[in-house]
């Protein structure tokens, strides 16, 4: 098998899909394989930055020391800014399985009519 270099300038990972089947299948593994193990690890991630906005507000609100309270209090709404990011990003890999899913049925729609 020869590496081929994409125009980007990288080693390509799919060589050519130069089949409607080849198609479905790495639409199907894209949705079923990738978007898993990636939600999967921004919802630990998301769940790590609740727990740490949860002590640090605890902290802060046991802490008498203006200089400690004003910085948690920074890595706090930073924090939150965090969880608000990775909520997005979780929304865009939704809606990129959800395209992911309708491009599998149009390949499977367009393989039926191609063998009938």
């Known amino acids: 098998m020869s590496v081929r270099v994409s125009g980007r300038g990288r080693e ?3 060589q050519e899909i130069e089949t409607v089947e080849q198609g479905i299948k790495v639409e199907l593994d894209v949705q079923s394989g990738f978007y898993k193990i990636l939600n999967d690890h921004i919802t630990y991630w998301i769940a790590v930055e609740e727990d740490v906005v949860d002590s640090y507000t605890r902290l802060l609100e046991n802490t008498r020391e203006g200089e400690v309270k004003s910085n948690l209090a ?5 924090t939150k800014n965090h969880i608000r990011s990775l909520e997005s990003i979780k929304q865009s890999l939704s809606t990129i399985v959800s395209d992911t899913q309708q491009f599998a049925k149009l390949l499977q729609n367009l393989n039926k009519e191609s063998h009938s």
């Open 12 to 14: 390509r990972v799919i």
């Open 74 to 78: 920074q890595i706090i709404e930073g």
